[in-house]
């Protein structure tokens, strides 16, 4: 067990698990966390954002290329439907 350091929840942490430097997520607060011991486990908050959450950041880069998948989709449909039109 260890103890997120933002809200005090016991969070349950196998220290076979996570290995130092390790990022996980308080399942209370949502928290970021980096693992600084693991032997009893350790966390302190953690200042980096955790990968998972790309979904969560603007994602200014992903949003733009999947405009451009989703193009790319309806322009696949339309030479299909000239196919059949032929």
Known sequence: MATCPEC??????????VD???????????S???VTGTS???LELSDEEEEDDDEDT???DDEEFD???DLDD????DSEKEDWDE
Not at 8 to 17: H, K, L, P, Q
Not at 20 to 30: A, M, N, V, Y
Not at 74 to 77: I, K, L, S, T
């Open 8 to 17: 005090d929840a016991e969070i349950e942490v196998d220290e076979f698990d």
């Open 20 to 30: 130092k430097g390790d990022l996980i997520s308080c399942p209370d607060c949502g």
């Open 32 to 34: 970021n966390l980096e």
């Open 40 to 42: 009893p486990v350790e």
């Open 58 to 60: 603007d994602g200014g």
């Open 67 to 69: 405009d451009d998948d």
């Open 74 to 77: 309806a322009d696949e449909e």
